[in-house]
């Protein structure tokens, strides 16, 4: 699990996404199902935190503020229903719209703008209280709104550790008792700050062409990989 969380960060942090899904599989054989979500949440709160830390100077904090009046009412409404919605649904859902934000025509300027943001905020943390990964998501959202690597790395990682907090304050509000994975979340956590450490070293020499490529590619195989779960079931 420790050795996981390093080679997932450091994964994430090279090509912009898709750690936190595979973190989420190896999670998903090991912790008892109660648990998976919430733990994953702690975990990938420091995962995230750490990469916003290391790149602050280029979050967009405009977006930050659009994104958490949204990610408040998302949460809210997920506590309301905190339920096991049809898994097919949802996989469905997420991964038709990352395919439609990776290869499809560009949205219109308004869903682009403060409104559109705010309604990505509920959206994806809604759905992150049942699928606990919404990452690529978000990550090809913010692809449409820039073109810099970092700024994209940078404003995801600030956006996630923000959906992060209030998805762990939903399940210490419905009860779920992770006192005893403490141990086990901090451990996960420091070998994650170290795997985005290397990831970054890695990301400052990659041509900002290529990183365009890799996100893409990357996005597009957790889109068909939600497209296998739903269809297996």
């Known amino acids: ?14 090509l912009g996404a898709g750690g936190g899904v595979m973190l989420l599989g190896v999670m998903a054989q090991i912790i008892p199902p109660q648990v998976i979500i919430p733990l994953h949440g702690m975990v990938q709160l420091g995962s995230n935190a750490n990469r916003a830390a290391m790149l602050f100077r280029h979050i967009d904090r405009r977006l930050i503020l659009a994104f958490l ?12 229903v905190l339920i096991s919605l049809p898994p097919t649904v949802l996989y469905l859902s997420i991964a038709s719209f990352i395919l439609y934000l990776c290869w499809g025509p560009a949205l219109p300027k308004v869903a682009m703008g403060q409104r559109g943001t705010v309604v990505v905020g509920a959206v994806t943390t809604f759905l992150s209280l049942f699928v606990g990964a919404t990452g690529p998501l978000i990550g090809a959202y913010l692809k449409q709104l820039y073109t810099h690597r970092f700024q994209i790395m940078a404003t995801l990682a600030a956006v996630m550790s923000l959906q992060h907090v209030i998805k762990m304050a939903v399940f210490q509000q419905a009860g779920v008792n ?9 451990a996960m956590i420091l070998s994650g700050a170290i795997g985005t450490w290397v990831g970054l070293r890695i990301l400052k020499h990659m041509p900002e062409r290529q990183f365009a490529r890799l996100f893409n590619a990357v996005l597009t195989l957790l889109a068909l990989r939600l497209v296998w ?5």
Do not use: K, N, Y
């Not at 699990?1 to 090279?14: D, E, H, K, V, Y």
């Open 1 to 14: 699990m420790i050795g996981s969380s390093f080679l997932t960060s450091l994964l994430t942090a090279c």
């Open 229 to 233: 779960q739903a269809l297996v079931g």
């Open 178 to 186: 992770l006192g005893p994975w403490l141990p086990l979340a901090g």
């Open 69 to 80: 009046p949204g990610a408040a009412v998302g949460a809210l409404l997920g506590s309301l």
